[in-house]
């Protein structure tokens, strides 16, 4: 497993190794003295998964503290644009953004720490992707950016978003609740 920086602090592209033969493949997602090394919060309260069609925008979602959680993120099927914005007042990427294509057959991973917007595209005619979180859902603190107002380039021109994503708060109108520390990612 090898762990990549990207320009924000405290997010990483992972890139697992993969095992293939005749059967297929094999992907390991997790390797806590790895995960440790790095120091990546690794004590994940909740796992789930998303179905989305070709040209589905999702995001960009994040919770609220004390109920915030950093992410690890994976795809299972088909290809995406993986998206994480940085919200931490003080960051030095402070509302700067990366972008990584996570797809099933690369089986690389984002981690996303706490204070990070997370979203995505579908570039595939579907795709599955994996979250792991290091805290519950919460309702309340569930919320987030709407897609366009944070600067990225998506690829695509007419995207299918949901009425909620489509309703969440401008970039420029957020007012974070989020606080850069590197000693805490």
Not at 12 to 27: A, H, M, N, S
Not at 79 to 107: C, W
Request: aromatic share 12%; hydrophobic share 35%.
């Amino acid at each position: 497993m090898r762990i990549v920086e990207t320009k924000l602090f405290g997010c990483y592209e992972i890139l697992p190794q993969i095992r293939r033969d005749k059967r297929g493949i094999f992907v390991k997602t997790f390797h806590a003295p790895t995960f440790k090394k790095f120091g990546l919060k690794a004590l994940f309260k909740e796992q789930y998964y998303s179905t989305s069609s070709k040209n589905v925008i999702r995001g960009l979602h994040f919770q609220t503290p004390p109920k915030d959680h950093a992410k690890l993120i994976y795809c299972t099927d088909g290809e995406v644009l993986d998206i994480a914005l940085d919200l931490r007042a003080g960051s030095p990427s402070y509302k700067k953004y990366v972008s990584i294509k996570l797809s099933a057959q690369k089986g690389n991973m984002i981690y996303i720490p706490k204070g990070l917007a997370h979203g995505f595209c579908t570039l595939s005619k579907t795709s599955t992707l994996v979250y792991n979180t290091t805290t519950v859902y919460n309702f309340e603190k569930d919320t987030g950016i709407r897609w366009n107002t944070a600067g990225v380039k998506w690829p695509i021109k007419n995207p299918i978003i949901s009425d909620r994503d489509l309703n969440l708060q401008e970039l420029k109108n957020f007012n974070s609740p989020f606080l850069f520390d590197k000693d805490s990612v």
